[in-house]
């Protein structure tokens, strides 16, 4: 049982009420972890924030949403691959696609696929590419740059599946239909 409220744009902190009438206003609904976040006006403040210059980046949507579910499923986070599993659909990805992503697998577009891959790396190796991590991304038609961007999604993510992890956001009815269970440790 969580101890973090799931905050309304009435009971939130004043400094966290901003992000979450911005949230209302874009999506038509606060998600349950962004109410959860509110406890922290540090963290939803700090979190937008990143988010919304993830969403500015050169990447696609379908391309960030490739990031957000793979980092999703590679921590381990319940609420995030249901949510990005539903926007990853919704912003054009195949479903089988977002399959493999949930089978700890690769997409078979190539360029996913080197997104999807570098992301998994970087968590696991806490950001420590070698020379081939690398090369692999820029042949896949990436950018050095691109990769520094990759760094900020897999950092706005963390951010999300963590707060998940400690808060334990209910599920949205909305995306009850792809819910998705970690693997047993």
């Known amino acids: 049982m969580s101890s973090y ?15 979450l009438q911005k949230l209302q206003q874009t999506f038509g609904v606060i998600p349950n972890i962004a109410a959860k ?6 963290l939803i403040n700090g979190f937008i924030g990143l988010f919304e210059r993830v969403h500015a980046s050169s990447l696609t949507e379908p391309e960030i949403q490739t990031l957000l579910l793979t980092n999703a499923v590679t921590n381990a986070s ?5 949510f990005h599993t539903a926007v990853g659909l919704h912003e054009g990805l195949r479903r089988a696609d977002v399959d493999a992503i949930r089978q700890r697998g690769v997409p078979d577009d190539a360029r996913l696929a080197a997104l999807s891959t570098l992301a998994r790396t970087l968590i696991e190796k806490r950001g420590r590419l070698d020379d081939e ?21 897999v950092a706005a993510s963390t951010i999300t599946n963590y707060t998940g992890s400690v808060t334990e956001p209910p599920l949205e009815p909305q995306f009850a239909e792809f819910v998705w269970h970690a693997p047993a440790r």
């Open 37 to 42: 976040m509110a406890a922290s006006p540090v």
């Open 133 to 153: 991590d690398r090369q692999r991304f820029l042949a896949a038609g990436f950018s050095a740059e691109q990769i520094l961007e990759v760094v900020a999604v």
């Open 78 to 82: 319940e609420w995030a691959v249901a």
């Open 5 to 19: 409220p799931v905050h309304t744009i009435e009971s939130a902190p004043e400094q966290s009420k901003p992000v």
